[in-house]
């Protein structure tokens, strides 16, 4: 398996603080990696040193195949966190100008701009300036900007934060465009919604350390889930306090389920550990006639979650986690 | 390495268009001449609208008999604007003839210093009462009256000496409030109205007297070895302030743009995105470079009007060419020294609020040069002008004055100099450079010097 990228033992601390702690990381080329954590878990400082423009205190890096990545910038693509634009300068220059300064020529970032424009929704507007775009238009060219050379190792910080759902789909798209061209993809987002959708891989730092590092297709089988939801077909009975006991007593009767919610107009049924979900999920629609039932799916959240919780934190403080990290919680931005 | 050079150049030529194509870059390069012609053309004639045309008497008591009938002569409009305009030729004798003839004109002179003054003489007795004359001069007058300007008393061996050479003078009284100027009109018609009594009085021709007195004075010529070139003390005396002026004005226009851009850059957030094709020292080098390369425009521009206009008075051959060779490389190293400290400035701070209490310092070197400047021009081989061109940062600006003075220094000091600058210009961009690099990504509280120590240390 070749290496795209390789921390190992880093750690980095800025005056008291301890920023990461003993990190160790390694992703393949050509994977598609997601970094998670809450804000201030020191995502942007291990992607800071990841690109040499902050030095850890201690532990080693390679970046594709060289010890820093200033000795393979050109190969590198990076939409930081705290991105912005010549506010002056008109979009094409600025693409070019990004271009160039990332090793290509002239001509080629020039003949590049006008595709790459058409391709994220923002045709012809080489000739306007940066500041007469709207934020989710600049986001864009901002990526583009990142993109523009097709590096071989693309890291993006946090590449959805303040974005529009128009921008976010559009992005995410293009993240996963430039995956399939061949670029590892390394991204950095504090909404697991959104590395739950598009990551082959997930990295969860918590206060500075890696509490995770796994293969989201191993995470869904390692937290195997046991909550199913279940709406009955006949709603009138849920709506009667007679007909939803009714539902309740058979769905109990049922073997394996450890308890059951009921939400507005449907259940939440957790099963006991060791049961089989697709047995269970045959056995309850026999009891009661459903609407819709199905497993639920496991959220990075959960996992998360679960894994802090482990700690000794209480439940406040999972419950803080979690909404902290809860999909669209996009006004915790630091 | 090559790639290095290569970013370097990318970012210079950023820097440079963004600062030329700037609306404001081209309005700046235009107000500095029309500052400078606005000076010359409108500011004296703003001033001159205040002087008012003098109407008024003039009280003679003169013994001899021969003095007042002159100074009556002397005053007339026509005396004294025919004075003013040869002492406006006097003084710009050593100026080009098209300069000359136009400021000499009866019309200029007119322009200048305002419309020559109507003044009447009135005779008083040999023998008046001094008292009551000098109470004349301080006696009200009616509206729209004649103004009692002075009293002249003649002494009475003015026009005829008691000894062989010792002629007597006069008195001259005059109340509050009389304009300097005309004051010094008095002297000079006086004193002309009483040589011309004694010149009558030895039966004396006066025009072969004045052509017996005359004596026009020469430009002198300085001779260097191998080399002669027209001397113009006027011109000599500008000169080093000259220099001295386009060395300050190039490194501040360089200086405040690469510290205004950098703060943009920062507070733009502008900055990450370019750390990641560029190292920190690749951006400096280009900011620095591509502001240092708008600085020499904008000098070439101005050395090019003021080459112009030399040639078009026929004055070039007063400039020794070699002097703008060592503009620029003062201009070089003094560029070098401070833009570096801009740059780190800018890096540090958060706004350009911020950068001002770090600045004070800075402009206040820079503008040292200029409370020196009058001292080391008068005597650009005193000890002090000579300490001054080592010790930088305002070595060069004190080097320059002394270059472009009459009695330029020895070459060892001028190259001592040189070496002195590049090497504080090197330390200081050092400095600067580890400053530079860490500030680009603190935000946060605005740094003091302490602070910016200490990241120097760090990085």
Not at chain 1, 263 to 283: E, K, Q, V
Not at chain 2, 51 to 61: F, M, S, T
Request: with cysteine; aromatic share 6%.
């Amino acid at each position: 398996m070749l290496t795209a990228l390789a921390l190992r033992n880093v750690h980095k601390t800025f005056g008291a603080t301890v920023a990461v702690e003993g990190m160790d990381l390694v992703v393949p080329r050509g994977a598609l990696y997601g970094v998670i954590g809450p804000n201030g878990a020191g995502k942007t400082t291990c992607i800071r040193m990841i690109m040499s423009i902050l030095f850890p205190d201690s532990g080693e890096l390679s970046v594709l195949g060289h010890r820093s990545a200033l000795e393979a910038k050109d190969r590198i693509g990076y939409l930081p966190e705290e991105r912005g634009v010549y506010r002056k300068m008109k979009v094409g220059a600025f693409l070019i100008y990004m271009g160039e300064l990332k090793g290509l020529a002239a001509e080629d970032a020039a003949a590049r701009v006008p595709r790459l424009l058409q391709e994220v929704g923002l045709p012809g507007v080489e000739s306007k300036r940066c500041e007469d775009l709207s934020k989710g238009m600049l986001q864009r060219v901002q990526f583009l900007a990142a993109v523009i050379h097709q590096p071989d190792l693309l890291i993006l910080d946090e590449p959805f934060s303040g974005q529009d759902p128009v921008s976010v789909r559009i992005l995410r798209e293009h993240i996963l465009k430039e995956h399939r061209r061949g670029a590892t993809v390394l991204l950095s987002t504090h909404v697991m919604a959104h590395a739950e959708e598009m990551c082959q891989h997930v990295v969860m730092i918590h206060q500075g350390r890696k509490v995770l590092d796994e293969a989201m297709a191993g995470l869904r089988r390692q937290f195997d889930p046991r909550t199913i939801h279940f709406e009955p077909l006949d709603e009138n009975a849920t709506a009667s306090r007679l007909g939803a006991h009714a539902n309740v007593s058979s769905l109990s009767a049922v073997g394996g389920v450890e308890r059951i919610e009921t939400l507005d107009g449907s259940y939440r049924i957790t099963l006991l550990p060791g049961t089989d979900p697709a047995a269970m999920m045959s056995r309850l629609a026999s009891a009661v006639a459903p609407a819709r039932i199905e497993l639920a799916r496991l959220t990075l959240e959960d996992v998360f979650v679960r894994i802090v919780a482990e700690g000794s934190h209480g439940k406040a403080a999972s419950d803080a986690l979690r909404a902290s990290v809860t999909a669209g919680s996009e006004g915790v931005l630091a | 390495m090559k790639q290095s050079l290569r970013r370097i150049g990318l970012v210079a030529r950023r820097e440079f268009m963004a600062a030329v194509t700037n609306k404001g870059f081209v309005i700046g390069l235009l107000l500095m001449p029309a500052i400078i012609a606005l000076l010359f053309a409108v500011f004296p004639r703003v001033l001159n609208r205040n002087v008012p045309a003098v109407r008024g008497e003039v009280a003679v008591v003169d013994p001899t008999g021969q003095v007042a009938g002159a100074l009556r002569t002397a005053l007339t409009a026509d005396a004294i604007t025919a004075r003013r305009r040869e002492s406006a030729m006097r003084a710009l004798q050593n100026a080009p003839t098209v300069v000359r003839d136009a400021a000499t004109s009866p019309a200029a002179i007119e322009r200048t210093v305002g419309a020559a003054p109507e003044l009447t003489i009135l005779d008083r007795p040999a023998g008046a009462d001094l008292q009551r004359e000098k109470q004349w001069l301080t006696e009200p007058v009616a509206a729209g009256g004649l103004r009692h300007i002075a009293l002249v008393v003649v002494h009475p061996d003015a026009v005829v000496a008691a000894g062989r050479t010792e002629y007597g003078s006069y008195d001259l009284f005059i109340p509050e409030n009389i304009d300097d100027r005309l004051e010094i009109e008095l002297y000079d018609a006086i004193r002309e109205s009483l040589v011309a009594a004694r010149i009558r009085n030895h039966n004396l021709n006066r025009e072969e007297v004045e052509a017996v007195m005359r004596v026009r004075r020469a430009a002198s010529v300085t001779v260097a070895a191998g080399a002669e070139r027209q001397t113009n003390i006027a011109f000599n005396r500008m000169l080093p302030f000259v220099f001295a002026g386009l060395l300050v004005f190039g490194v501040m226009i360089g200086g405040q743009t690469l510290l205004t851009q950098t703060v943009e850059e920062k507070s733009n957030r502008v900055i990450e995105v370019l750390l990641s094709a560029v190292s920190p020292i690749e951006l400096m080098a280009g900011k620095i470079l591509g502001q240092m390369a708008v600085s020499m425009l904008v000098l070439a521009i101005y050395i090019g009007i003021g080459l112009v206009t030399l040639m078009s008075f026929a004055m070039i051959g007063l400039l020794d060419p070699l002097l703008i060779l060592y503009l620029v490389v003062f201009f070089l190293i003094s560029y070098l020294l401070f833009a570096a400290v801009f740059s780190a400035v800018g890096a540090a701070v958060n706004e350009m609020r911020e950068a001002q209490s770090l600045m004070t310092p800075v402009m206040l070197l820079l503008m040292a040069p200029w409370m020196f400047a009058t001292v080391i021009g008068r005597e650009p081989n005193s000890a002090f002008a000579v300490a001054l061109s080592f010790i930088p940062p305002v070595n060069t600006f004190a080097m320059m004055i002394r270059l472009g003075s009459a009695t330029p220094p020895p070459t060892w000091q001028v190259l001592l100099t040189m070496i002195v600058g590049l090497a504080a210009a090197c330390a200081v961009t050092w400095f600067a450079a580890k400053v530079f690099k860490v500030g680009l990504l603190m935000h946060g509280k605005a740094p003091d010097m302490a602070t910016l120590m200490r990241w120097a240390r760090q990085a």
